[in-house]
């Protein structure tokens, strides 16, 4: 008999991760075997809701420490300057991130990621296991019909916009090129461009 087994991973706030506790509430009342992987101290949120837990770093003590910053002064910090959840809270982190998620994994039919948990992404990617990517903020979708105004640099997004579809597109894809890729030594992963996978 196939394993029902599905693996929902997500990275973030309590705003990334309730989502996924709901539509893994939903799959365990189809019959599934959900679990939900995420920072460690969402341990409790999902427990208390009756499912299975798995432990995804980075954990917000462990990002307090390294930069030396509280949760709220890292929240300030990503609201001016964007880019540095990526930078600071994602891609150092990376290999932990997908050596948590090719633990959880083991057996998983299916992987529902959200859009930050890139070594989530990478895991179901090494082991062939079939992933659908979610997103829950607009501002990931760097659509060329109905953009979004890119937080650090609002004036600059709504001038590029200005000129319509085709101007939308050439800054959208100027932005994909200048995007600071992450360096990634395994050679496991050299067939993967996580640009691709951002933007």
């Not at 079939?130 to 979004?148: A, E, N, W, Y």
Request: glycine share 8%; aromatic share 6%; proline share 7%.
């Amino acid at each position: 008999m196939a394993s029902d087994k599905i693996v929902l991973a997500t990275l973030g706030t309590h705003g990334d991760l309730h989502p996924f506790i709901a539509v893994a509430l939903v799959l365990q009342q189809h019959g599934c075997d959900p679990i939900v992987a995420s920072s460690p101290q969402f341990r409790d949120d999902v427990e208390k809701a009756g499912l299975k837990f798995h432990s995804l770093r980075p954990a917000q003590e462990q990002l307090e420490n390294d930069l030396a910053m509280s949760l709220p002064e890292m929240l300030r910090a990503a609201k001016k300057r964007p880019q540095i959840i990526l930078t600071k809270l994602i891609l150092p982190y990376l290999q932990q991130s997908y050596d948590d998620a090719m633990l959880a994994m083991a057996g998983a039919q299916l992987v529902i990621t959200s859009s930050i948990a890139l070594g989530a992404k990478l895991a179901a990617e090494k082991l062939g296991v079939i992933h659908i990517g979610v997103v829950l903020q607009p501002s990931v979708l760097l659509s060329s019909f109905d953009p979004p105004l890119l937080g650090n640099a609002p004036r600059l997004s709504k001038l590029a916009y200005a000129g319509g579809f085709g101007t939308t597109q050439a800054f959208l894809r100027i932005a994909n090129v200048g995007a600071p890729g992450p360096s990634i030594s395994s050679p496991d992963w050299t067939s993967t461009d996580l640009r691709s996978s951002i933007f």
